[in-house]
């Protein structure tokens, strides 16, 4: 109940509203809000369904019958990838890989395949990416 109360909490926001970031190499190194997120807030995200995150990813949810098996085990995301590597990954990861089946969740801009309630508004909010990649940083195993 705590990951549908913190998801619906964050109402999608607008293109103009998106906070900027900096893309170097394969990562965006800043944080998108300035400050780190909440990984207990990050946990609850990714395994909400409403988030997508555990459609396609399975990891270390044993509470979590159906997992995903389309996408990479999130176990020991926090020692794969960087934090900025991560947020790349959530924000746009097309950048890294443009025949992704990952939805881009902080970007708006030049895609095709939106539901029009969702079109011109990010999946997820700069602080519900801050949150996941501060829960992803955690999968060190």
Not at 110 to 138: C, F, H, M, N
Request: charged share 20%; glycine share 8%.
């Amino acid at each position: 109940m705590l990951a549908a109360a913190a998801f619906a909490a964050c109402a999608p926001v607008s293109a103009e509203q998106l906070r900027p970031y900096t893309v170097i190499g394969d990562a965006i190194p800043a944080s998108l809000t300035g400050t780190k997120g909440d990984a207990t807030r990050g946990r609850s995200l990714i395994v909400e369904r409403s988030s997508t995150c555990i459609l396609c990813h399975s990891g270390p949810f044993p509470e979590q019958a159906f997992q995903g098996d389309l996408a990479p085990n999130l176990s020991g995301s926090g020692a794969r990838w960087s934090e900025g590597q991560l947020r790349l990954r959530l924000v746009d990861a097309s950048r890294l890989d443009a025949a992704t089946i990952m939805p881009s969740y902080y970007r708006v801009d030049g895609l095709t395949r939106v539901g029009a309630a969702w079109r011109g508004k990010p999946i997820l909010s700069a602080e519900q990416i801050e949150d996941i990649v501060a829960y992803l940083e955690t999968l060190r195993d």
